[in-house]
């Protein structure tokens, strides 16, 4: 396993960075790009919204782009974490038979809500190449950063 980043700091840094923008597409941009760099571990990062019955990628990072940009809300961990408005943590994605596969490579995946105040808005998803590569720490912070992604998303114009 890799150093540890600081998550008090990177959250610290990716505050202002998401207060500063004021559109949508480069605010989901700029956010993948900064978690992309947060951690070794994190090999690809995505934000998916919600759109009706479906969930649509809206930006990612990582080094290949993934089929799998439209994901129905029924299927996946992805589906699985917007159904149900909870974080999913699979240390093992072979073991899970709910993953859908985008990167042969991925060994666990975290997809992390975004939680506005009348449902789930999208969210934040990361493979990583390692296996069981997402402790609580990543958890408590791409919670926070999923919050605050919330509300700056809400507040903006449609
Ligand atoms: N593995 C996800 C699909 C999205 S890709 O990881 C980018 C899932 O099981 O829903």
Known sequence: MSTRPSFQEALSQITPLLQAEKHPEALLQGVVDFLFE???DYSWVGIYLLDGEELVLAAWQGHEVTEHARIPVSRGVCGLAARAGMVVNVPDVSEDPRYLM???STRSELVVPI???GGVLGEIDIDSDELAAFRQEDEAFLK???ERLAKILESMPP
């Open 144 to 146: 926070a950063v999923a």
């Open 102 to 104: 985008c990167f042969p």
């Open 115 to 117: 939680l506005g105040s």
């Open 38 to 40: 947060v951690s070794p």
